[in-house]
């Protein structure tokens, strides 16, 4: 076992990482740790852009961007952090343009700006070009970016390092903890791949920047390794996790693979057709047709298919039709996903439609924080020294439905908020807070029984029984049935688990022990997922309950709060703010409490969403 | 409720075959293992279809066969640069190549890419390569006063560099060239491609810097125009006539 000792250490090397580190280690000492080397890392898939009102290409502004963010969100955004995220927007985008992204240019040499998903002019009038893009590579270019920017400020990164647990002060999962009191986190502990040696890190202030966890569904668009981490990790130790039951499906995955092609291909004019060629959109969205928000789609595309007009020979699919477009223009702003056409599909999108259906795409819940990055451990008291920014994180800036853009969005200005406010705390905290006694036994206990079970399952028939149940039961349309199913096979897969075993028992770059370990991230998130899923009983933005339809303000203009506890733990999962939820799912060995925590409203009332 | 291409076979233009056998024969090596420092060869067959890429055949054997069997990946669809090795000889990304183009009636040869230290099965060390990145000054070097607004640039300069900022390090084409093979000190194709991408940045203000750098005896000079590194950049990125550039600009600018 090995001790290190920073001021802020920040886990995770995507966006929101790096982002935040650019920040901190200018101002403390910093190390980033991350399972992947930094430019491996899942934000470099992102393509088609970065939301920011920069009025480069036409009229448009901060509050505008606000008002979309909101309304696309279904109203469960929080409303200031949301008008932060518009208004610094603006000085992200600028910021990263200096740190030397090479952002698309208009004629006159400014940032040029294109249409995406659910963002206006005037409120809902007509779609704004609002995103600024890199081709349909945007992400690449900010990770890129980003990357070379740590390299010119010497940032201290350990790669290939899976953070395994956090350590606390306080045993939040048992601990009766009065409201006010403080409790601290003081480091994390660390598997080096490589080597497979135990590293403790000791720090005064830690950021949670791991991704998303789109790994528990079959179809997505992450990567293998977005396997929740962060959450997990977090949730486990009596943290709780916010809006889980907020996945939102994308569109446009390529049928049967999941790949991604960016909403960009619609903002470049691509246009969705069923199986009679019908353009359906305009059926569900007559405004803004193609260009509606994520869910609306989604759910239109699945309806489409479900009502029997879907197209291919099983007619599953819909398809996106690019042959309307110029192939130069194609080529232009849309290299990169119409090769991912030919390449896996062996589609020419200059003359045939591409068949496209939704795929698991974002995590709009998360680690829930405030505006300052600062982590929750109840509906309103933080975690000292312990922040978190990016997918991994909820503020609540995406509500119930993230809008395109907006992600690559939050990374840099929560990265940045996050990074600032654990340079600051660590500045003024005084020493290291001590570790608790044997910091390491819970990690070497949990490798140790995989390693040396003898055989039993294979840790991929379980994650594999896992996705499918997820995308079988609690994809673009759920039911109280589907759901209870879903639970019910989680419950034995979790059982099952307890019995997988790993082939390789060797110490050097065993991944098979390591995705035995993400296999066990995956079902809590997942279990989490579903629980707070079933407790909703009304459709909002990524939610759909087909037996509830309808949004309903009086009962669920709330975020949910889950927590686990063991199952002698009294039920108000917050201890001192009752919840409104007063949902326990008992299974046990422990329980899932859900609470509650306001929605903050500033400026607008909630509306019917109409596009 | 999902679309899955059940028989990909009856897809129109899928070209797709349908299910079919194939054997990896891959290189394995595992210090911890009986075999210590030696290298061997172990053939596995799957059963795959025509949409399947060889990082689903690798996914289908650790996962179904030999959970011992290491390598590394992330996004699955060549953006990330995570899995760079030697199939049947040639550099390529693992999530990107189809087994139905790599000719799977034969065993498909499966090989770290060659050049840096293997650590173990189709993993190798990848810091040597990294660190000839880091030295090249891969950032935006600029003087004076930041501008308040963004730096202008027109679409034409912007156009310059567009190629060599699709390059996700893969190492691929380094690991490709036979300059590299014998000589590790020698820079490598994939640093003066990220050298390129500044140097013909209009906004950048580091070329004189960056090109004395690469005017090293282990710089741009030692490449001897193989073409190996073109032909293997999954990302289409014209290597060697990046390399040829940036040779000119270090005969014509003046430094
Ligand atoms: C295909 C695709 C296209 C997208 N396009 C857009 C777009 O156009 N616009 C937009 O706004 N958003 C887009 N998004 C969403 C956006 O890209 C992501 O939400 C965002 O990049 C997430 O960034 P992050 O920094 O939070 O996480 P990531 O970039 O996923 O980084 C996670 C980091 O955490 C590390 N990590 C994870 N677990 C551990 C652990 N246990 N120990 C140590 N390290 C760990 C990883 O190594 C990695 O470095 C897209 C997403 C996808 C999948
Ligand atoms: S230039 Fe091409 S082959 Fe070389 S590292 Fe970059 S992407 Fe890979
Ligand atoms: S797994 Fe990312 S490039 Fe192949």
């Known amino acids: ?611 | 409720m999902t679309a899955v291409l059940e028989n990909p076979a009856t897809e129109p233009k899928a070209g797709a075959v349908p299910s079919f056998e194939v054997t990896l024969r891959i290189r394995r090596y595992n210090p911890e293992s009986e075999h210590g420092e030696e290298s061997t060869w172990d053939d596995f067959t799957v059963q795959v279809h025509g949409t399947d890429r060889v990082l689903d055949a690798l996914h289908m054997i650790k996962w179904e066969q030999d959970g011992s069997l290491t390598f590394r990946r992330s996004c699955a669809h060549g953006v990330c640069g995570s899995d760079a090795m030697r199939i049947n000889g040639r550099n390529r990304l693992a999530c990107k190549t189809l087994l139905k183009d790599v000719n799977p009636d034969k065993p498909i040869t499966v090989e770290p890419i060659k050049g840096l230290p293997v650590v173990k099965d189709l993993v190798v060390d990848m810091e040597p390569f990294f660190a000839s990145y880091r030295e090249i000054m891969p950032f935006l070097i600029t003087s004076g006063n930041e501008p308040t607004r963004e730096r202008l640039q027109s679409a034409e300069d912007r156009e310059r560099f567009d190629d060599t900022t699709k390059c996700i390090l893969c190492a691929a084409c380094t690991s490709s060239c036979p300059v590299f093979w014998t000589d590790g000190q020698y820079f490598g194709p994939a640093a003066i491609v990220n050298a390129h991408r500044f140097i013909f940045d209009s906004r950048d203000e580091g070329a004189t810097q960056r090109l004395e750098i690469l005017n090293d005896k282990e710089g741009v000079w030692r490449c001897r125009t193989t073409f190996n590194c073109t032909e293997a950049c999954p990302r289409g990125i014209e290597v060697t006539k990046a390399i040829q550039e940036v040779k000119r600009a270090m005969i014509t600018r003046a430094f």
């Not at chain 1, 009191?181 to 080096?192: K, L």
């Open chain 1, 1 to 611: 076992m090995q001790t290190h000792q920073y001021d802020v250490v920040i886990v995770g090397a995507g966006g929101a990482g790096m982002r935040a580190a650019l920040e901190a280690s200018g101002e403390a000492r910093t190390a980033v740790i991350s399972k992947l080397y930094p430019t491996r890392s899942h934000t470099g898939a992102a393509q088609g852009g970065m939301a920011a009102a920069l009025a480069n290409v036409e009229e448009d502004n901060w509050e505008w961007h606000t008002f979309d963010t909101v309304k696309g969100g279904d109203y469960l955004v929080d409303q200031d952090a949301a008008e932060i995220l518009a208004k610094e927007a603006i000085d992200s985008v600028l910021d990263l343009e200096k740190m030397g992204l090479p952002f698309n240019r208009t004629p006159e040499g400014r940032i040029d700006q294109r249409r995406f998903g659910g963002h206006t002019r005037e409120h809902g009038q007509a779609a704004v070009r609002r995103a600024c893009y890199a081709a349909d590579r945007t992400g690449h270019m900010i990770l890129q970016t980003l990357y070379q920017n740590c390299v010119k400020q010497n940032v201290e990164f350990y790669n290939e390092f899976y953070v395994l647990d956090l350590l606390t002060d306080h045993d939040l999962t048992t601990e009766q903890i009065e409201d006010g009191a403080e409790v601290n986190a003081t480091g994390v502990v660390a598997y080096d791949l490589a080597s497979g040696e135990i590293h403790v890190f000791q720090a005064k202030a830690i950021i949670f920047a791991t991704g998303g966890a789109g790994k528990i569904f079959k179809t997505t668009s992450n990567a293998h390794t977005l396997t929740g981490d962060g959450m997990a990790l977090a949730y486990r130790r009596g943290l709780p996790l916010e809006d889980m039951e907020f996945f939102q499906f994308h569109p446009t995955g390529l049928a049967g693979l999941g790949i991604l092609l960016s909403e960009a291909a619609r903002g470049e004019g691509g246009i969705l057709r069923n199986s009679d060629g019908e353009r359906f959109m305009e059926r569900y969205a007559p405004t803004i047709k193609d260009l509606a928000p994520r869910d609306i789609v989604a759910r239109s595309m699945a309806n489409e298919v479900r009502e029997g007009r879907g197209a291919g020979p099983n007619k599953d699919y819909v398809l996106l039709d690019l042959t309307h477009l110029e192939p130069a223009h194609i080529d232009a702003k849309l290299p990169d996903i119409t090769e991912f056409a030919r390449t896996y599909l062996g589609i020419e999108p200059y003359t045939e439609p591409v068949p496209v259906y939704p795929t698991a795409h974002y995590a709009m819940g998360g680690v829930p924080t405030n505006i300052q990055g600062e982590v929750l451990r109840d509906s309103h008291n933080v975690v000292k020294g312990l922040y978190a920014a990016g997918e991994v994180a909820c503020v609540s800036v995406h509500g119930s439905n993230r809008l395109g853009t907006n992600s690559l969005l939050d990374i840099n200005v929560f990265g940045k908020r996050a990074g600032r406010s654990a340079a600051a705390y660590a500045k003024t905290a005084g020493p290291h807070r001590e570790l608790p006694e044997n910091p390491t036994a819970r990690v070497e206990a949990q490798l140790a029984e995989m390693r040396d079970r003898p055989d039993g399952e294979r840790v991929a028939d379980v994650r594999k029984a896992l996705q499918e149940t997820m995308d079988a039961n609690a994809q673009v349309f759920r039911t109280g049935d589907s759901l209870n199913e879903a639970l019910a096979e989680i419950r034995e897969l979790q059982k099952r688990y307890r019995n997988v075993s790993v082939q390789d028992k060797g110490k050097l770059f065993n991944t098979d022990l390591l995705e035995a370990i993400e296999l066990g991230f995956l079902l809590d998130i997942a279990e989490v997922t579903v629980v707070a899923a079933l407790n909703r009983k009304e459709s909002r933005g990524g939610h759909y309950r087909e037996d509830y339809p309808d949004r309903d303000d009086a009962n669920y203009m709330l975020h949910t709060m889950a927590y686990r506890r063991p199952t002698s733990a009294p039920d108000a999962g917050d201890g001192h703010v009752p919840g409104y939820f007063d949902h326990v799912e008992d299974f046990g060995d422990y329980k899932v409490v859900l609470g509650s925590k306001p929605v903050i409203q500033t400026r607008y009332e909630p509306m019917e969403r109409k596009y």
